[in-house]
């Protein structure tokens, strides 16, 4: 079984872009969460998505923002990038929804902000 | 504020030796679990231990949990150079929102 996949694997941007990243889960998991992890903050949940509804959601500006598709692939998209917004991405399938103990991580996505 | 606290944030140690990380916590929790990230990649779900167990071993690791001083340690017997990573304990509190909090993690360098 394929493991969780994560595009682009790096990106540069510069402030006041926007992006977006791709999340491909386990065939079969339906529950997709991402994370950033800064040096300084370290991992910080962002939001989780089921069923193509978002039940979760940390403590981030609105800047940030998800979206699932009916095939459980999620896609993330941060507006107005700025400096701070480096990070290294990660995103995590699951099963069921809510489920954190049998998270299965992708590869990560390194954002560089310049 | 982070849930997780590691010590020590970084432990460097020879091969065949053993290595112990600590992972402190605040609030009550559900079940607490130790993570392995190779050089900036994705995490790997190392073992899992609930709030009603002590002690846990899953092949060369052993992790145990004290909730009444609300810590948990990691221990690496045998280390081997594959096991240079960093480490991270990661909480899921009781009866909160099902978040998952991590903390900063162990970087853990084996000599050779």
């Known amino acids: 079984k394929a493991g969780v996949t994560q595009t682009p694997r790096y990106l540069i941007k510069t402030r006041g872009q926007q992006v977006t990243l791709s999340c491909s889960p386990i065939s079969g998991h339906r529950s997709v969460s991402w994370y950033q992890q800064t040096p300084g903050q370290g991992l910080q949940f962002l939001f989780e998505y089921f069923s193509e509804t978002q039940r979760n959601k940390g403590n981030f500006p609105g800047r940030f923002s998800g979206r699932q598709f009916s095939n459980s692939r999620s896609e993330m998209n941060v507006s107005t990038l700025e400096l701070g917004d480096s990070a290294l991405y990660l995103c995590a399938s699951s099963i069921l929804a809510g489920d954190k103990e049998t998270q299965y991580f992708g590869p990560g996505t390194r954002l560089l902000v310049l | 504020s982070q849930q997780g606290e590691e010590d020590p944030q970084a432990l460097s140690i020879q091969e065949g030796e053993n290595a112990t990380m600590n992972c402190s916590y605040k609030t009550s929790i559900n079940n607490l679990q130790w993570y392995r990230q190779n050089s900036g990649r994705g995490l790997v779900h190392l073992i899992l231990?609930?709030?009603?167990?002590r002690e846990k071993h899953s092949g060369r690791l052993r992790v145990t949990l004290d909730t009444s001083k609300k810590s948990s340690s990691l221990l690496i017997t045998a280390s081997r150079a594959a096991d240079t990573a960093s480490y991270f304990c990661a909480t899921v509190r009781l009866n909160r929102d099902d978040k998952i909090i991590f903390g900063k993690g162990t970087r853990l360098h084996i000599l050779p």
């Open positions: 231990i609930r709030s009603n167990e």
